[in-house]
């Protein structure tokens, strides 16, 4: 099998699925050209050391060269490590892969545990592979198509006139040629790009020489020169694929369709180690490139001790990721020992981290972040509102104040008001309890509950707040 690998030309935006909700604010990490934090930019607020930690490890991560560092983001609940996760991630750019696991989802899947970090890991490493295709490029001069004369059915024939600056050809068409050029809207006077072997049409742009044609022209248009030279010639592509979709659709049992399901169950040892084998002598031939991306794994305090010995010896490998972890836990037990440490996590890999914290927010940055919430929401606040919203997130937690602002709104539409004021945040404060009030409402009426326990004094919680 080895010998004729298949690859996919599934592209990227199928499989990367943008997440909207509690991050949809964040655009990037916000740095200047010398990595320096901007106050605000990009939907990113305050934060400035470990937004500019952040920053080193994005450049890190660009060089590429460097493999099997990990990071580790630790801070109290609410300050922001998964959204600077998530700000590295859209400064990474298309081609660099990111994934993302929370450590509670290991536990979940049907799949054992090392095989889903497995997994995960390769999803975070690409490989860039270089492709010869033969293709025609060219300037449209004429495209026809031939309407069946009687019936209303779509035409299955034409013709294509095209040429370069030195040459001009027609091709007959064939209906999925046609139905390709309809598609993008191909017209005389537009370079394009037909690749041989797929039927793909690119739109390069409009020819120069049609640069008068005001008529046809929109805003946007992009004018460039008629090509030179012979109208089929060969052109280097490149793909760009993890080294798990690889997997996924050389592994015998679902092949492409699971890499859109999600479902992909198992994947043996041996397809992994042929495509590593293959992609290695592809390596050598300079026909690929390892682009190493980056791995966020989440709430990584809820790892056990297997899943972190397995991470070590991951990480060991030359086409390891980046890996970044976050956790909001102080000292506690390590999962599947009876052994406390920092952050649950054994002191052999939590000396690999470079470990970045990050620090809970002014009052200032609080209301920035709230501004910017509402932005994002739609939602139109009136300045007092805001301050008083910002009172409560001071008092209980930014994510509280975070979740005021929808409900708020929707209390400001119940009562047909316009811009949502005091009165809609203090109904949705009295509606809805953040945690210290509802530990305390638990407390006063903790016998109307089941199995109700009185924490004894020092186990209550280890999180980092307390
Ligand atoms: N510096 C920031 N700029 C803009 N938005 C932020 C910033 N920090 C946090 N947020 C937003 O505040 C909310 C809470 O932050 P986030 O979820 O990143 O906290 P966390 O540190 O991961 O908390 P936990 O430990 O509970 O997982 C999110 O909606 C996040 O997008
Ligand atoms: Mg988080």
């Known amino acids: 099998m080895a010998g004729d690998l298949k690859l996919s030309s599934v592209t990227r935006d199928l499989t990367r699925i943008e997440r909207i909700g509690a991050h949809s604010h964040i655009r990037g990490l916000g740095l200047d050209s010398s990595l320096n934090p901007r106050s605000v930019s990009e939907g990113m607020v305050g934060q400035p050391s470990a937004r500019k930690a952040a920053g080193v490890i994005l450049h890190m991560i660009r060089e590429g060269k460097i493999a099997g560092r990990a990071v580790l983001l630790a801070g109290q609940p609410g300050t922001g490590k998964t959204a600077i996760a998530m700000a590295l991630a859209k400064s990474l750019g298309e081609e660099t892969p990111f994934a993302m696991l929370a450590g ?3 536990f979940s899947l049907e799949i054992s545990k090392t095989e889903a970090l497995t997994q995960a890991f390769r999803r975070s490493i690409g490989v860039r592979i270089k492709e010869e295709t033969e293709v025609i490029e060219g300037e449209v001069i004429e495209l026809q198509i031939d309407r069946a004369a009687a019936s209303a059915a779509p035409s299955k024939t034409g013709k294509l006139l095209i040429k370069t600056t030195e040459m001009e050809t027609t091709y007959d068409l064939g209906a999925k040629m046609i139905e390709a050029l309809t598609k993008q809207k191909v017209q005389s006077g537009d370079v394009i790009v037909i690749d041989k072997a797929s039927g793909k049409i690119t739109k390069l742009g409009r020819s120069s020489s049609r640069l008068r044609d005001y008529d046809a022209v929109g805003p946007q248009t992009k004018f460039v020169q008629c090509p030179d030279g012979e109208l089929q010639k060969r052109k280097e592509v490149v793909h760009c694929v993890t080294l798990h979709e690889i997997d996924v659709i050389n592994s015998r049992t679902q092949g492409f369709l699971a890499l859109f399901t999600g479902d992909t169950g198992e994947i043996r040892a041996e397809v992994r180690e042929q495509i590593d084998t ?84 002014t009052e200032e940055e609080i209301r920035k972040i709230i501004d910017i919430r509402c932005q994002e929401e739609d939602v139109e606040m009136h300045d007092d509102a805001k301050g008083l919203l910002t009172k409560i997130g ?5 994510r509280y104040a975070i979740h005021l602002i929808t409900a708020a709104a929707l209390a400001c539409q119940k009562r047909k008001g316009k811009l ?47």
């Open 278 to 361: 293959k992609v290695a002598e592809w390596r050598e031939e300079g026909k690929a490139e390892i682009v190493p991306g980056v791995l966020f794994i989440d709430e990584v305090h809820m790892l056990d001790i297997e899943c972190f010995s397995f991470l070590n010896r991951a990480l060991e490998n030359d086409m390891a990721p980046i890996l970044v972890v976050a956790t909001n836990r102080g000292i506690t037990t390590i999962r599947g020992t009876n052994y406390k440490s920092p952050h649950g996590i054994p002191i052999d890999f939590l000396d690999r981290l470079l470990i970045i914290t990050t620090q809970p927010y």
């Open 394 to 398: 001071v008092t209980t937690s930014l």
């Open 420 to 466: 949502v004021e005091m009165e809609d945040i203090s109904r949705v404060y009295q509606l809805f309890l953040d945690v210290k009030r509802s530990t305390q409402y638990l407390v006063e009426y903790e016998n109307q509950y089941m199995f109700n326990e009185v924490p004894r004094e020092g186990d209550d919680d280890d999180a980092m707040h307390s």
């Open 104 to 106: 509670s989802e290991l």
